[in-house]
């Protein structure tokens, strides 16, 4: 599977964005799809993860403000970020694992497939 990201843009404290992330090459409902964000010098952070039937997990930092959700028909994946903050600033990738996703949120070695990066700045 091939994953493609966009939405990722400038914004100022307390704003929303959208992240996208269109899958080619399979469909999402065979995989475990999370997001997650990294910035420099740091190790890449588990955001959220979602299950082919809709079962979902946030990192504690987002609980809230964050939601995942994902579309079949179009083979999509979306982050919704609200109430944004300075410490959300990172680039966000999407990722795709074979199979189910855990019970808890995975970190970066659970999955097989990664998108390049959007990057969110906000100031």
């Known amino acids: 599977v091939q994953l493609v990201e966009s939405g990722g843009g400038s914004v100022q404290v307390g704003w929303s964005l959208t992240l996208s992330c269109v899958a080619s090459g399979d469909t999402i409902g065979r995989y475990c799809m999370g997001w997650f964000r990294q910035i420099p010098d740091r190790e890449r952070e588990g955001v959220a993860g979602?299950?082919?039937?809709?079962?979902?997990s946030y990192a504690d930092s987002v609980k809230g403000r964050f939601t995942i959700s994902q579309d079949s028909d179009n083979n999509t994946v979306y982050l919704q970020m609200n109430n944004l903050k300075s410490e959300d600033t990172a680039m966000y990738y999407c990722a795709a694992a074979t199979g189910s996703c855990p019970a808890y949120l995975p970190g970066a070695t659970w999955y097989n497939y990664w998108g390049q990066g959007t990057q969110v700045t906000v100031s």
């Open positions: 979602i299950e082919s039937d809709g079962s979902t």
